[in-house]
T-cell receptor, first 116, second 108 residues
């Protein structure tokens, strides 16, 4: 099993350009997440998808859109990149228990994005 | 509200013990702990649930005090491989809010 995969690994954008970060998981997890991590900081949730067909905002959704394409794939789109979006982006997935408690999250390797 | 972690950084000799604390101003229903090595993705260590259930790592233990809204991670007989940044996360099942991390360096 590959776990959680992300593409691309690195990207440099100019201000105003758009791009889509791709994420896929092969663990049959229902829930998927997008986080950003700025240098020396913790993880901040951008968007999440509790199950296929649903998406919801996290802490820092402004400037981003997401699509839960199917159970495996969850993409993050930057419509008009800004230097403040320079960060490392992590995708994660988890499998909630029957009680609605979400257990461990499995993270992808990250995408390092620089916006100039 | 972001959980507060302490200390911000700690340096140990191999074999020494460490405690990392995580506290929140909001009621805690569960606390997640993750470790991240430099340039890598976070890796799950432990989850503590209200009511005392724990799931996670065999060599690392943790406590969860619901009344004090605190959790502590105990690293005993530290190994070089324990070096990294430790994050606690709390919140609703899908919306974890992570602390800013505790940097741990274990030296030979």
């Amino acid at each position: 099993n590959a776990g959680v995969t992300q593409t691309p690994k690195f990207q440099v954008l100019k201000t105003g350009q758009s791009m889509t970060l791709q994420c896929a998981q092969d663990m049959n997890h229902n829930s998927m997440y997008w986080y950003r991590q700025d240098p020396g900081m913790g993880l901040r949730l951008i968007y999440y998808s509790a199950s296929e067909g649903t998406t919801d905002k996290g802490e820092v959704p402004n400037g981003y859109n997401v699509s839960r394409l199917n159970k495996r794939e969850f993409s993050l789109r930057l419509e008009s990149a800004a230097p403040s979006q320079t960060s490392v982006y992590f995708c994660a997935s988890s499998q909630p228990s029957g009680a609605g408690i979400s257990y461990e999250q499995y993270f992808g390797p990250g995408t390092r994005l620089t916006v100039t | 509200q972001q959980p507060v972690q302490s200390p911000q950084a700690v340096i140990l000799r191999e074999g020494e013990d460490a405690v990392i604390n995580c506290s929140s101003s909001k009621a805690l229903y569960s606390v997640h702990w993750y470790r991240q090595k430099h340039g890598e993705a976070p890796v799950f260590l432990m989850i503590l649930l209200k009511g005392g259930e724990q799931k996670g790592h065999e060599k690392i233990s943790a406590s969860f005090n619901e009344k004090k809204q605190q959790s502590s991670l105990y690293l005993t007989a530290s190994q070089l491989s324990y070096s990294g940044t430790y994050f606690c996360g709390s919140g609703s099942p899908y919306k974890l809010i992570f602390g800013s991390g505790t940097r741990l360096l274990v030296r030979p």
